[in-house]
């Protein structure tokens, strides 16, 4: 079991939790006191400060190369970053009408883990994990940004 972990520096930490943790009230079956050591396995430094960060749901230790995290941070496209080595896999970018790249509120995946989601200012992106790039269907959350109705934000 691991932990993801993001803090103001603008990195990525993973934990892997220690199994002191698991003991209920600090105590092990002896009722002896249990300290948890809580050491990151590894850091990625994300560039700026990041706002969102998701597992991919078929995350396993056991499959190689599944253990992957998607993390969006400011002024720089959503990067799909890899838990065991921490080198960048992929980026999905996604582009204002100036054509600049504008950054993702919030990440998700679908439960497959097929599809990424990202939130960005009224509308929802859905990349494809497969193919990373710009290419995404753009789901619009208002009709007009003076518009009363939909989801903002």
């Known amino acids: 079991t ?3 972990a993001v803090a103001d520096d603008a990195r990525l930490r993973v934990f892997p939790v220690p199994p002191a943790a698991f003991w209920p009230g600090g105590r092990d079956a002896a009722g002896g006191a249990v300290e948890a050591e809580w050491a990151p396995s590894l850091e990625m430094a994300a560039g700026e400060a990041v706002y969102d960060a998701a597992w991919y749901p078929h995350a396993s230790a056991a499959l190689a ?15 799909l970053w890899d838990a065991e080595t921490g080198a960048l896999r992929a980026t999905y970018r996604a582009y204002n009408h100036l054509d600049e790249i504008v950054a993702a509120n919030s990440v998700a995946f679908d439960p497959s883990g097929a599809r990424l989601y990202c939130g960005y200012n009224r509308c929802v992106r859905v990349f494809d994990v497969a193919r ?4 995404a ?8 940004r003076r518009s009363k109705q939909g989801q903002r934000g």
């Open 2 to 4: 691991e932990v993801l």
């Open 65 to 79: 190369g599944s253990r992957l995290i998607a993390a969006s941070t400011r002024e720089h496209p959503v990067h």
């Open 132 to 135: 990373p790039g710009r290419d």
């Open 137 to 144: 269907d753009e789901r619009p959350t208002s009709k007009t």
